[in-house]
């Protein structure tokens, strides 16, 4: 792997620059190629970092972006914002991606003013890889457009679609559409014209409907709704997993037996457990900028941001965005 700097906004999300610091130094220590700058209040890094790194650097930031602040408001009044001084050090080209637990609305404002979209892409897209039986499924959108048009979700499958190929080295992707039902007629009338759009489009190997449940259960390597419905999706599917990792938890440390049996099966036990962690799978990418940006669940633990970093680098290294950008031409409507 060659050599790969990442920004990280240290400041954003729920539990502050501890969680942040502490991950970027696991990073680098698992990764000889990565350096990474830390973007914050500069006095509260040097006292987290303590005796420092020399893949490690601080870049000031004199502001931060609140979770709960109006995208409209952050973009008017935190120029220099950690959020914004991350975006623009992979817009100058000192770093080659970015990650931040921040804003959703505010980081999707500023990426698309400071490293700009793809041409012909209307709207950025979160798109994640979540896991399912026998492989993994990218998902887009996760929650940066409530609403999305049917030329919208087009846009988005043809991302997905490539994303696809670049990160999981499929050559014909399955895309599908989210909707209530598999049928031709179900669905509102955005879903309906999306799927008419992509019939038509001989690039996109396009499967037709699924629904909820067959997000796990390896039947699309991609999969497109808007982000009202694709939020509401993932989160349920956290959920579901945190509630299914505590139930088995509680088995197999009640009582001498079900410790028994919880030894005998920890081998698989710690298989499952890794794969239904979400911690383990944190780090979305924000689709349709002209860089790597991954978001970061804003409530990140140390092992959950140390998987976003590791995400952002495994794009870099893989040329995602660049390589997206070749292909979107010949693929638009």
């Known amino acids: 792997m060659n050599s790969v700097t990442i920004a990280v906004d240290a400041m954003s999300g729920d539990r502050g620059p501890a969680i942040t610091v502490s991950a970027a130094l696991d990073a680098v220590r698992e990764n000889e190629a990565l350096s990474i700058v830390l973007v914050g209040i500069q006095s509260e890094l040097e006292a987290l970092l303590r005796e420092g790194h020399p893949r490690i650097r601080i ?43 921040g804003n959703t609305g505010a980081l999707m404002a500023f990426g698309r003013s400071i490293i700009r979209m793809y041409p012909g892409i209307e709207r950025p897209a979160i798109t994640k890889l979540i896991p399912s039986l ?11 457009n409530v609403d999305a048009s049917a030329e919208n979700l087009y ?92 139930l088995l938890e509680q088995a197999f440390t009640r009582g001498v037996y079900g410790r028994f049996v919880g030894w005998l099966a920890r081998p698989i036990l710690g298989r499952l457990l890794r794969l239904m962690d979400p911690s383990r799978h944190n780090g979305a990418s924000l689709l349709g900028l002209q860089g790597v940006v ?36 010949d693929l638009m409507i």
């Open 294 to 329: 991954i978001k970061s669940h804003g409530n990140a633990n140390e092992r959950a941001m140390l998987s976003a970093i590791r995400q952002a680098a495994r794009e870099v290294e893989m040329e995602v965005p660049s390589r997206i950008n070749a292909r979107l031409d």
């Open 155 to 246: 846009q988005f499958a043809l991302m997905g679609s490539l994303m696809a190929s670049a990160i999981s080295n499929l050559p014909e992707p399955r895309v599908a559409l989210l909707n209530v039902g598999e049928e031709e007629i179900k669905g509102n009338e955005q879903v309906r014209l999306a799927s008419h759009l992509l019939a038509q489009c001989d690039s996109v190997n396009y499967i037709g409907y699924v629904e909820g449940s067959d997000l796990f259960r390896n039947v699309a390597d991609v999969v497109v709704c808007d982000g009202f419905v694709g939020n509401i999706a993932l989160k349920t599917g956290e959920g579901v997993a945190g509630l299914l990792i505590e």
């Open 59 to 101: 870049e000031e930031a004199v502001d931060v972006v609140r979770m709960n602040e109006r995208p409209s408001h952050a973009i008017r009044h935190k120029q220099n914002s950690s959020m914004a001084v991350t975006l623009r050090l992979v817009r100058d080209g000192v770093a080659q991606g970015c990650v931040s637990a």
């Open 134 to 144: 026998r492989g993994q499924c990218h998902v887009l959108d996760l929650g940066a």
